[in-house]
């Protein structure tokens, strides 16, 4: 959500209703221009020449509202779009061209800490897809523009989730107000959160009963 977006420093509210905040912990590219190209159905080749830069992603979870909502298939919605953070900076992506392996990987290292334990370390070049076919899919049918951001995907034991699924129990606990939440990425730099109070829930109206009449009234006589 791009109106949420925050920045290294700044508190993060907990979601109204929500009890199981979480993190997650993924480096982003951010799409700049290429002269000549509309961004429009990219190889992974073109591709790899719109990406401008790369920065820390943070991309706040709210457990239990995505759980809820995802029960219909479709996207967490309100369980993601209420905090992302991005930073510190924008590293060039020239800073990394002497970096990529043979399948275009970036093997660069991650890590994320909680009131300072750390929780989690994995390598970017682990995630599934290299940036340019990340762009590139993007693009598919569509287009990319200056100053859209895609994340990797969250790095292994990059959130609390996954550390949930292993230890079969809430181990580490769901984060809190006052928590703080530090994520490192190698020749990028690091972003810190703190965990701010819960923010008060809107009252909402419940969805009526879906109307079973497939078939509109006749209109009055007369009309």
Known sequence: NPHTVTGTGEVIGIPAGCTD???????????????GSDGRN??????????????VLNDWSARDLQRREMKVSLGPC?????????????VTADEFEDRHDAEGFLPISMAVEVNGDPLGQD???????????????????????????LGSGTCGSGCLAELWGRNGSQTPP??????????????IGTIENTVGARREALT????????????????????
């Open 21 to 35: 905040l979480d993190f997650e912990t993924e480096v982003a590219a951010v799409v700049g221009r290429v002269p």
């Open 42 to 55: 990219l190889t992974a080749e073109e591709a790899h020449r719109h990406i401008f830069g790369y920065t």
């Open 78 to 90: 309100k369980g993601k779009d209420f905090a992302n953070t991005l930073g510190p900076w924008i």
């Open 123 to 149: 390598l970017l070049s682990n995630m599934g897809w290299p940036f340019a076919e990340l762009v590139a899919y993007a693009s598919q049918d569509s287009v990319v523009r200056p100053g859209d951001v």
């Open 174 to 187: 769901p984060l809190k107000t006052g928590d703080v939440v530090r994520m490192t990425v190698e020749g």
């Open 204 to 223: 909402r109206v419940p969805a009526r009963p879906r109307p079973r009449n497939r078939v509109a009234a006749a209109a009055p006589s007369g009309i």
